[in-house]
């Protein structure tokens, strides 16, 4: 797969979904324009190094930073920073214990110093076992000395969706008392496949800790080499993966501010708009030096998306998530998804177009990004060939426009699907239609061990159409027929519609999965041994 092609094509795409969920905003400036009168949310970046037009956009008004052991040298600068950045808030971070002097000097401060919000632990289950030694007197102590003549200067702790029912956070190592002391929790993801479950790990926090304010936190920028994509350690996340379970993060981030549960994001690193001087990415364990372009690449696409997604929600476009649910290809629903505009407007660029086909296409056989607004533009919730052909029917035969309304559409027509005898290392794929067909989608199963595909050709029957398919290397091509061209289409009858060259003639472990056989009015086609199925229609579902 071609990831350089990949990121540019999610980059522009991404650029068309902000000026969707913005309003034609065309530029980050314009988009900062646009939101004047929106709610207010709190962002807040871990460092500087924030470019102003990004400053302006994304409405930074807070900054976390870590505390030196010079305490007056970390007020200092922080207030140097408040100064020449215009910011509101200020959360200083400490992993190891503070002396009672410096503690102290912290609270007087934060008299005079009224942007000091918070003194806090970062990394606080790893911090308060090896650091605090689990020691609860002397956490207490450090949380009074900390509010000794100021008690409204804040307490808080960083914790992760690993954490929560660790040991470490038991009654018996930190107590109820203790824990209703706690003034913030900044809750950030490890692992990016854990993301789905957000609402989940809050929840679970906001029980926990229940004086606490809960600041959403969020690694912006490229981890796939870093860390593991899920907590079994596995496997490291795809690019695809690694942008999808981001974006699944700020959604849902910014649908508990909608909900008034949260009043706060919290960005680690900063640098927003200066990625190329990301420290982060000439650490080799980060991001491997070879991919470091790539990784910067990537993370500008992260924090252009998280943008888009941020503002549609504060602009009320966007109002629910997709749940707790993962929507993976050839899932019986597309519930899952960022809704900023029209049903039909699968890449969210706020129009339907033939750049809605090709991103479908896309999506479905060449492992392109998930379709940004929703993929079943058909109703039948699935997102499959057949949505293909009703956009390309909507778009150029003036057919049924695009449908929220949950509906099941198959054809009286029928199909079979054969596979011929191998010759010369080919064999045919054979299909029988009683009707004319616009798209087929197949997958072609196979052992590695066996045999390898080599090639997959037209023949005369299907040359008029496109072919395209993508290899995972792993036993399995989807392939797909079709044609953005409605006056195109493969006849009825029976005959070869594919060659497949296989590395040698065994065929023992090639299997034929048919997905989709589509006719020219986008009806599905059942298959010849089923029973007729009647169109149904079903009450509008509700999408979140």
């Known amino acids: 797969m071609n990831y350089r092609l990949l990121t540019i094509l999610t980059f522009l795409i991404l650029v068309l979904f902000i000026s969707s969920c913005t309003y034609q905003g065309k530029t980050i400036k314009s988009i900062n324009k646009q939101q004047a009168n929106t709610t207010d949310l709190n962002i807040i970046t871990y460092g500087l190094g924030n470019t102003q037009e990004w400053k302006d956009s994304l409405q930074i008004t807070g900054l976390r930073m870590g505390s030196s052991y010079d305490v007056k040298e970390t007020i200092k600068n922080a207030r140097i920073f408040v100064k020449d950045h215009n910011l509101k808030k200020v959360f200083i971070a400490t992993y190891t214990p503070i002396n009672e002097t410096g503690t102290l000097y912290f609270s007087n401060e934060s008299l005079y110093f009224q942007e000091l919000e918070e003194v806090g632990i970062d990394d606080f289950v790893s911090a308060w076992y090896y650091e605090w030694k689990w020691n609860q007197t002397l956490l207490n102590n450090f949380i009074n000395n900390l509010k000794y003549y100021n008690p409204n200067l804040k307490f808080g702790i960083t914790l992760y969706e690993d954490q929560v029912d660790l040991h470490d956070l038991s009654e018996d190592i930190l107590p109820k008392l203790i824990k209703e002391r706690i003034d913030y929790v900044h809750l950030f993801i490890h692992y990016r496949k854990n993301s789905q479950n957000y609402e989940k790990y809050f929840n679970k926090i906001k029980s926990m800790f229940p004086n606490a304010k809960i600041i959403t936190g969020s690694y912006a920028y490229d981890r796939i080499d870093y860390i593991s994509c899920d907590q079994s350690l596995s496997y490291n996340c795809s690019l695809e993966e690694e942008l999808y379970f981001f974006n699944i993060s700020i959604a849902i981030q910014s649908y508990l501010f909608k909900k008034s549960e949260t009043d706060s994001i919290e960005f680690v690193p900063a640098y927003f708009g200066n990625e190329e001087n990301m420290p982060y990415f000439d650490d080799s364990l980060a991001c491997k030096p070879e991919r470091k372009q790539e990784c910067i690449n990537n993370t500008k696409i992260m924090r252009l998306s998280a943008l888009s997604i941020i503002n549609c929600y504060k602009n009320n476009i966007c109002q629910g998530y997709c749940g707790n649910s993962v929507c993976d290809r050839g899932e019986t629903k597309d519930s899952c998804k960022f809704d900023c505009g029209t049903c039909g407007d699968v890449n969210g660029d706020g129009k339907i177009f033939l750049s809605d086909i090709i991103y479908l296409i896309n999506y479905l056989f060449k492992e392109g990004p998930r379709p940004l607004g929703s993929g079943d533009v058909n109703g039948d919730t699935k997102v499959n060939l057949q949505d293909v052909i009703y956009l390309v029917n909507y778009i150029f035969k003036g057919g049924p426009k695009p449908t929220c309304i949950t509906q099941q559409t198959i054809s009286t027509y029928t199909y079979s699907t054969s596979q011929g005898s191998i010759s010369n290392n080919i064999f045919p794929i ?89 006719d020219t009015k986008a009806l599905e086609l059942k298959k010849s041994s089923g029973t007729t199925i009647k169109r149904l229609i079903s009450k509008i579902k509700k999408e979140v």
Do not use: C, H, W
């Not at 989608?441 to 045999?451: A, I, R």
């Not at 595909?453 to 395209?468: G, V």
């Open 430 to 518: 054979n299909m029988n239609f009683n009707t004319n067909v616009a798209g087929i989608q197949l997958e072609l199963l196979y052992d590695l061990t066996k045999t390898s595909i080599i090639s997959i050709d037209k023949t005369s029957r299907t040359n008029n159409m496109e072919l395209t398919y993508n290899d995972n290397k792993q036993g399995k091509i989807s392939i797909g027929l079709y044609s953005a061209d409605p006056n195109k289409y493969i006849k009825s009858g029976s005959g070869t519609i594919l060659n497949v060259k296989l590395s040698n003639n065994d065929i023992s472990s090639i299997k034929i999965n048919t997905i989709s056989v589509v």
